[in-house]
């Protein structure tokens, strides 16, 4: 699988900094394990997590022109921290400059900073790698969220969004509102599991 995506990987790693490469395949072969332990599509998830960051090291600025000029929406989070463009300009990327046309590919890459309600299998599993994955700097529940990852992506969606949110709060960090409904919504899905 992974000489397949030799061509993919070269061209990432000219436009990424050796730092975000390096992330970029811890994320494609961790969503590539969650993916086997859930059934779920591993070449797929192994794109998905490949692509992921692909607009990750475009300047703030030009962010947000590409997305003017393309028509892609830029929410008033997005505005001020140009930086959370980077998810939904992958997408686009990732179609136009990589050729890929899966619209579950693109919408896991779209969806993986603020997360969704009602995500599908591929998008949790593509939003929980990008934060669990083994190169990440150890953040405060790292072991328990990896353990939870591989047993429950519902519980680890509310607990990554959970924990996320505290630290944007705690940086005085903008807050995309999507990152607050995802996690609005984990929290009310598992507390109905668990009743």
Known sequence: MTSKYDSIKKQLQNTLNEHRF???????????????RYQANVEKAFLAGLLHDCAKNI????????CKENEIRISSAEQSNPQ???AKLGAYIAKEEYAVHDEEVLNSIRLHTT?????????????????????RKELPHMAEIRHHA???LDMAME????????????????????TLNTQRYYQQLNKEKRN
Do not use: C, R, W
């Open 150 to 152: 591989f047993e429950d």
């Open 22 to 36: 390096t992330h970029t395949l811890g994320v494609a072969y961790t969503a590539s394990a969650l993916a086997m």
């Open 59 to 66: 300047p703030s600025d030009k962010m947000l022109q590409i």
């Open 84 to 86: 959370l463009l980077h």
């Open 159 to 178: 607990e990554i969004t959970t924990d996320v949110l505290n630290y944007l709060i705690s940086n005085g960090n903008v807050i995309d509102e999507m």
């Open 115 to 135: 997360g969704a309600p009602k995500m599908t299998v591929l998008d949790k599993i593509i939003y929980i790698a990008d934060y669990i994955e083994p190169n």
